[in-house]
Each structure stands twice: as structure tokens, then as C-alpha cells.
């Protein structure tokens, strides 16, 4: 299952052992990043998380997607920030969903 900024302050319920992914643009060109701020540890694993440029056009929007697994139940939260590291003055956005985790 994929998840994308229409699930901000939603809850998502995968079962033990499904993978998910969360994909949100990001424009990296202008020095604008996602970070992850939590990331449902324990109750979930990071597998991979990558940025992938916009295919087709030079510079603007691309995609940052990381793909988890979920390993054990419980409830769990994943927040992840948008912004430019070099300002201090906190996230440009951000984006959270709450992760339960169904036997």
C-alpha cells in the first residue's frame, strides 16, 4: 500500500509483516527536504528510504519515499518534516500518521 499527503493526521492499519510506503514531494533543487522525526520504532522497521527526481523535466518537484515494515502490533507514530535545514525557524510542514498495527 502506498500512502501520500492525503493521509496527513490520519490512521493507517497494515498487519505484521505487510510493507507500506509513504510518498511525498519534496523539491530538493531548492534545498527543501523531508526528514524523519519518528519513524514507529519498535512497532515498525525502515527498509528503505530514497529521493527520486522528477523524470522528464530539469530541476522542480521530485518524490521522497520511504517503505517500511510492519513487525510487531501495537500502535506506533511516523512524523515526518518539510524544510530547509539552514532555518532555524522549524518546518515549512510536516506530516504524521498513526500506525496500527493489526495480529
Known amino acids: 500500500m502506498q500512502y501520500d499527503q492525503h493521509f ?8 505484521i509483516g505487510e510493507e507500506f510506503r509513504i510518498a511525498l514531494p519534496e523539491t530538493r533543487t531548492a534545498g527543501y527536504r523531508w526528514t524523519t522525526v519518528q519513524n ?17 523535466t530539469a530541476g522542480g518537484s521530485g518524490i521522497h519515499i520511504w517503505r517500511f515494515k510492519a513487525v ?7 512524523e515526518l ?23
Open 81 to 103: 518534516h518539510y524544510g530547509r535545514s539552514w532555518k532555524s525557524a522549524g518546518p515549512e510542514q510536516t506530516f504524521t500518521v498513526e500506525v496500527q498495527i493489526r495480529p
Open 40 to 56: 514507529a520504532a519498535p512497532r515498525c522497521e525502515l527498509l528503505q528510504e530514497q529521493s527520486a527526481p522528477n523524470t522528464g
Open 8 to 15: 496527513d493526521g490520519k490512521i493507517i492499519s497494515p498487519r
Open 72 to 78: 510487531s502490533s501495537g500502535t506506533g507514530k511516523i
